[in-house]
């Protein structure tokens, strides 16, 4: 079945620093990619997304690209800032094998210090 | 502003207690979905529902029900509460349409004692 595998956490970075989130997956149809953001004490919300191999999704300032031939989707940006403190999740939506159901990793907890 | 609302942000059962937890959403969204969070093992699915009465199981679907009388409601339902349900419940919902967003509610903090 599907599965999605984020780099170990938790991560903890000094403001201003440049931030990778590593994310690979695995699927059997072509699937879409996502990346939540969880704020403490809220629910999820959609940071960026993609749809196939090569697009690039940006908000933020946080960027990831749909890498098809090494089934990647790496969370990146600049320079972090003590706001970015949160929980990142990446997820896939194969809608071929699964319907519109999302498969998430574990989660990575970010925390940025001042 | 889109929203999905869910009932209780905390929640304090007993072992064998029957729970509801209630979950809304106001965007006429087909999908609906429960999932719980725990640390380290990220978000699990545990029911969900493409279309009102209609229900599937997720990957972990042992111990708990769901209902979908009305389109924009999907309730969960934990037959005998145990410890072990002890958890972080989030509702999302998302509409039909290929390669969409799903959207959450702000979650509830079940602890079953």
């Known amino acids: 079945g599907d599965s999605v595998t984020q780099m170990e956490g938790p991560v903890t970075l000094s403001e201003e620093a440049f931030l990778t989130i590593n994310c690979t997956y695995t699927?059997?149809?072509?699937?879409?990619l996502f990346w939540y953001v969880q704020y403490p004490g809220e629910g999820l919300q959609l940071l960026l997304k993609a749809t196939k191999a090569d697009d690039k999704g940006s908000n933020k300032g946080f960027e990831a690209t749909y890498r098809k031939e090494t089934t990647s989707f790496h969370l990146e940006k600049g320079s972090v800032q003590v706001s970015d403190s949160a929980v990142y999740f990446c997820?896939?939506?194969?809608?071929?094998?699964?319907?519109?159901?999302?498969?998430f990793g574990e989660g990575t907890q970010l925390t940025v210090n001042p | 502003d889109v929203k999905v609302t869910q009932s209780s942000r905390y929640l304090v059962k007993r072992t064998g207690e029957k729970v509801f937890l209630e979950c809304v959403q106001d965007m006429d969204h087909e999908n609906m979905f429960w999932y719980r969070q725990d640390p380290g093992l990220g978000l699990r699915l545990i029911y969900f529902?493409?279309?009102?009465?209609?229900?599937e199981k997720g990957d972990i679907p042992e111990g708990y029900s769901v209902s979908r009388e009305k389109k924009e409601r999907f309730s969960l339902i934990l037959e005998s509460a145990s410890t072990n349900q002890t958890s972080m419940y989030l509702c999302?919902?998302?509409?039909?349409?290929?390669?969409?967003?799903?959207?959450f509610g702000q979650g509830t903090r079940l602890t079953v004692v």
């Open positions: 699927a059997t149809g072509y699937p879409s």
């Open positions: 529902s493409y279309d009102v009465k209609m229900k």
């Open positions: 997820a896939l939506s194969d809608r071929e094998t699964s319907g519109s159901r999302l498969t």
């Open positions: 999302a919902s998302s509409s039909g349409t290929l390669n969409t967003e799903a959207f």
